[in-house]
């Protein structure tokens, strides 16, 4: 097999890309590599593998890093990144490069595609109609040239910024996100929820448990915002921050493919 792309999604915004760079491609396998995270996996033959994922607090989803941390290539193909963001990569393809080159891998290239934002809280970047129809239109207008890179197998800088000050500021908002906001913990569903079971079984993590009486939020919550977002009563918020915000996923990306990355 020629290129294989391991993908994360919250909302869908990375698996659509991922979609569309497979396509320009050709001979290309997209893999949830929520199911490839174990210790020692071993990532089948490619050329060339790519990775996919959204960026949070301007760095890699925490999912992300432990997948990469616990990967192994077969021989040394070709490794590019794909970062989708609402605006700014930061330096999440930076964290990348420097957790492959701390397993002696090399990441030869990274790619950031500005897409809708899906993060809501104290804000909603999330953009009207038109700017969400702008960014899909950039994303696949820019698909072949990042396809023509890989393929001429390109050596280049990972896109973004790798200062040390957007480092720390990435650093503190998830800390603020995490520990002083404490999403994980504040993360709980109204009573509009109808106990239909969608949050529980998207969930990445597997951090959400849906019985007849309750929706129970656990401790290991990666921020992904699928639950979130693909709740289809928009019964979860996070303490009262998210409530009357709206809710989005990928027009391209349905509840299916969120379950087809948990392996259900
Ligand atoms: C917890 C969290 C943190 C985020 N941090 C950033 C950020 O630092 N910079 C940015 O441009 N977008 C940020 N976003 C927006 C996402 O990166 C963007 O919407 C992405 O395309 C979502 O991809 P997905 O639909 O595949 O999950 C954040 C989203 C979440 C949920
Ligand atoms: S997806 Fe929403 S409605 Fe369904 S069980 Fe979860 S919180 Fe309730
Ligand atoms: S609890 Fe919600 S936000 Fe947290 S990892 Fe699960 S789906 Fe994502």
Redesign the pocket.
């Given at each position: 097999m020629k290129t294989v792309i391991y993908y994360f999604t919250?909302t869908g915004n990375t698996l659509a890309a991922a979609r569309a760079l497979a396509t320009e491609l050709g001979d290309t396998k997209l893999i949830p590599l929520r199911r490839a995270m174990y210790y020692g996996a071993l990532a089948p033959k490619a050329d060339a593998v790519g990775i996919a994922f959204p960026v949070h607090f301007l760095d890699m989803p925490v999912?992300v890093r432990q997948f990469v941390f616990n990967i192994l290539f077969d021989g040394r193909p070709y490794v590019f990144g794909l970062a989708t963001c609402g605006e700014r990569p930061g330096g999440a393809l930076y964290r990348l490069k420097e957790l492959l080159e701390e397993k002696t891998y090399t990441l030869s290239a990274g790619f950031s595609l500005v897409m809708p934002g899906n993060y809501i809280g104290p804000v909603d970047l999330m953009g009207d109609a038109r700017r969400r129809d702008e960014k899909y239109a950039a994303v696949q207008a820019r698909i072949p040239e990042i396809a023509s890179a890989i393929r001429a197998r390109e050596i280049l800088l990972p896109e973004g910024n790798n200062s040390g000050l957007l480092k720390i500021g990435g650093q503190i908002s998830r800390k603020l996100a995490t520990s002083m906001y404490n999403?994980?913990k504040r993360?709980h569903a109204t009573e509009a929820c109808n106990r239909c079971g969608i949050?529980s079984r998207?969930?990445?993590?597997?951090?959400?448990t849906v019985s007849n009486d309750a929706v129970i939020?656990?401790g290991?919550?990666?921020?992904?915002?699928?639950?979130?977002h693909?709740c289809p009563k928009e019964a979860?918020e996070i303490g009262g921050r998210t409530k009357g915000k709206r809710r989005y996923h990928h027009p391209d990306v349905t509840i299916k493919d969120m379950l087809e990355q948990r392996g259900e």
């Open positions: 919250g999912i999403t994980p993360l949050c998207i969930c990445p993590t597997r951090n959400i939020f656990d290991d919550c990666t921020q992904c915002y699928a639950c979130i693909w979860i």
